[in-house]
């Protein structure tokens, strides 16, 4: 009853090209911003954003990198946490080098940075096609976690092989170490992230986002109608390298403070990552937010109820949740391959009929 | 120059190792097209019953019963029943579920099928290091290093010896028997196949069957080698770069690529790693691999992949 569109006519173009052309859907994300901007900061506990929600943001806008790589350019990276290494490392190497720059442009050129060797490493995706990509990104993956460990200059010389993010302020607040209120941690990282995803909503509905998903369709025919799979290939990696060394950035700066080569930005983390947006849905904006909270979520649910609830040891509880992690893969690919993205499309519909069944 | 040879002698017969594992995954790649990540995952949990098995370790509890404890060959023979088990059940609750899916979809669903795999091998059999003996020959051969002063280690002979009969084993199970024949006419095209009155629903048992008896293979040879313990499912990264080196779906290509990895990966480590810092085994057979594809986009063996609009 209360999501109808009746009566609700577009008289401009403007109005026509709108993200949320609906205004209930409009209002429900508007809604959800303020909540998330003006609501949550008040009660928010140091816990509460280390564990759920600044880990939420951090893997949201990695899985939205890679979801403009795969979902929409259908290139298939094995490589993203390596990714988010160079944006962590880059990161801190701009602190330590320029300690008065803002928070926000070490950000953006640990991402333009990324961007740069995102590109380098996409090079070869203009001959190489499929898995035999997949795997030529595991290169990047490994090459690159090897050099974090290498290349002391990266780690500014430190002994234990580890960064740590050295103190720093935004606009006189302070924004990282022990001293930093984890509100205002939040309310950075919530703002990049809004920012971002607004800004990759409207890449991909553009001439870019077209030019991607024709060469995902299918290449050759992209070519012959003029796209040039070199700038549409490269672009993807880029801006898809941009938005995982960002998230790379604040996941080292803002969530966890410090960070080591291959422990912070193993395989493991780039399968995550990619379970993220097939959970959530490949190629939807939308979906690398939902993959991202589900799986942020799933293993402390999981956690609760089996050693809390269920009182197992934590090793039998540990190991039962990789046999409960992966069904739940299966179980989601088998059921809904379009993942949770496409199930939030169903309810709208469902919910536009409600209460009559046709 | 003994160095040298004694450096790529070692490196063949590492490449040989890399190649085990490989074949696993062309075949399943062969003759259903799924990229099966899964396959050194099978591999550890083929090594960890086969354990267990032997040691008499009761399922589930970790407790040892030395009256259980099953001589080598029953052991050997009681998991390729439980690997065989496991296929059929691949088959029936995740395979016939995904039937005309996209490639990425069923690469994700092998992601799904290491974790569970993992899990269960876990909590089945203990994730503590096991020792795996079957009586297998280890050590330097005393012959080659008395006359050529050359050390070779003689588990890795028999495993080059096991991976040559294995590819002949294959060889004329896919060219020369009825199922082979079959799996072949499913991996050129599912729809003729089925036309022509093949099961698919049996093939994939079938070949998920094959790739783990080969994963037991491996899983043998490096559990020998080095305990059997979660590590040896990260041998699954060894091979990818053997695979795309080689092409996904030929039993050659595995073969071959394994050698040049091995060979390009031991050469490389003593002669390169030096000058750059060592512990360049992670991504070197990666680069080298990649090198070959910028040439070869389709492995060295490789089918040609076809474009048309």
Redesign the interface.
């Known amino acids: 009853m209360l999501y109808r569109e009746v009566g609700q006519f577009k008289t401009s173009y403007a109005a026509d090209q709108a993200i949320f052309p609906i205004a209930q859907d409009r209002w429900f994300v508007i809604g959800v911003l303020l909540f998330a901007f003006l609501v949550v900061p008040f009660f928010i506990t140091p816990y509460m954003a280390n564990a759920i929600l600044l880990p939420f943001l951090v893997f949201g806008l990695a899985a939205l990198g890679l979801n403009i790589l795969t979902g929409y350019c259908g290139q298939l990276s094995l490589g993203t946490a390596a990714f988010m290494g160079v944006g962590a490392y880059s990161s801190f190497k701009l602190m330590v080098l320029f300690p008065e720059l803002n928070l926000v442009i070490v950000f953006l050129l640990a991402g333009l940075i990324t961007a740069a060797v995102g590109m380098v490493f996409g090079l070869p995706s203009l001959r190489i096609k499929g898995f035999y990509l997949a795997v030529a990104t595991l290169a990047a993956q490994f090459f690159l976690v090897w050099l974090f460990y290498k290349w002391d200059w990266l780690r500014d010389y430190s002994l234990t092989g580890q960064i740590t993010v050295p103190p720093s302020d935004f606009l006189g607040v302070p924004m990282t170490g022990s001293r930093a209120d984890p509100a205002a941690k939040y309310l950075l990282a919530l703002a990049m992230v809004t920012v971002l995803a607004l800004g990759a909503k409207n890449l991909v509905r553009g001439r870019f986002g077209r030019s991607w998903m024709a060469i995902r369709d299918m290449d050759v025919a992209a070519e012959l109608m003029g796209i040039r799979p070199l700038a549409a290939k490269l672009s993807a990696f880029g801006v898809s390298s941009f938005y995982v060394g960002v998230a790379g950035a604040m996941m080292f700066t803002l969530w966890l403070g410090a960070a080591e080569g291959g422990d912070s930005f193993g395989i493991q983390t780039s399968f995550l990552v990619l379970f993220m947006i097939i959970i959530g849905g490949l190629g939807t904006v939308l979906g690398s937010f939902l993959g991202a909270a589900f799986l942020v979520l799933m293993p402390i649910v999981l956690k609760n109820t089996m050693v809390d609830m269920l009182g197992m040891t934590t090793v039998f509880a540990k190991h039962l949740e990789y046999v409960v992690m992966g069904v739940l893969i299966i179980g989601f690919l088998i059921l809904e391959p379009h993942g949770l993205a496409r199930l939030w499309q169903i309810a709208k519909e469902k919910l536009r009929l409600w209460p009559f069944p046709y | 120059m003994l160095f040298f040879v004694e450096t790529v002698i070692s490196g063949l017969l590492a490449g040989v190792m890399y190649s085990l594992v490989a074949l696993g995954f062309v075949l399943i790649f062969k003759a259903s097209g799924v990229?099966n990540f899964a396959q050194g995952v099978m591999a550890l949990f083929a090594g960890l019953t086969l354990a267990g098995f032997l040691s008499g370790t009761v399922p589930f509890t970790h407790q040892i019963n030395p009256a259980l404890a099953m001589p080598p060959w029953l052991a050997i023979l009681a998991t390729v029943g439980v690997m065989i088990l496991l296929a059929i059940l691949i088959e029936r609750l995740?395979l016939r579920?995904?039937i005309n899916?996209?490639?990425?979809?069923l690469?994700?669903?092998t992601?799904?099928?290491?974790?569970?795999?993992?899990?269960?091998g876990?909590?089945l059999w203990g994730?503590d290091v096991k020792v795996l003996d079957l009586g297998l020959p280890s050590g330097a051969s005393d012959w080659l290093l008395d006359n050529y002063g050359l050390y070779v280690d003689k588990l890795e002979v028999v495993a080059a010896v096991v991976a040559a009969v294995l590819v002949a084993v294959l060889a004329i199970f896919f060219q020369r028997t009825r199922i082979g024949r079959a799996l072949r006419a499913v991996a050129d095209d599912h729809q003729a196949a089925l036309s022509v009155g093949i099961s698919l629903n049996t093939i994939w048992a079938i070949v998920w069957a094959a790739a783990g008896i080969v994963a037991l293979v491996a899983g043998i040879m490096w559990g020998a080698k080095s305990g059997i313990q979660f590590s040896l499912s990260l041998i699954a990264?060894k091979a990818?770069?053997v695979?795309?080196l080689g092409g996904?779906d030929s039993v050659p290509g595995a073969i071959v690529g394994g050698l040049i990895i091995g060979v390009g990966e031991k050469v490389a480590e003593v002669y390169l790693g030096p000058f750059?810092?060592g512990?360049?085994e992670?991504?070197f057979a990666?680069?080298l691999?990649?090198a070959f594809?910028?040439v070869r986009?389709?492995?060295l063996f490789g089918e040609k992949?076809i474009?048309?609009?």
């Not at chain 2, 899916?101 to 979809?105: A, H, T």
């Open positions: 990229f995740v579920h995904l899916q996209e490639p990425i979809i690469f994700m669903m992601l799904g099928l290491a974790y569970v795999l993992e899990g269960a876990d909590l994730s990264l990818l770069p695979l795309i996904f750059v810092g512990a360049i992670n991504w990666y680069m691999a990649l594809l910028l986009p389709e492995g992949i474009r048309r609009v």
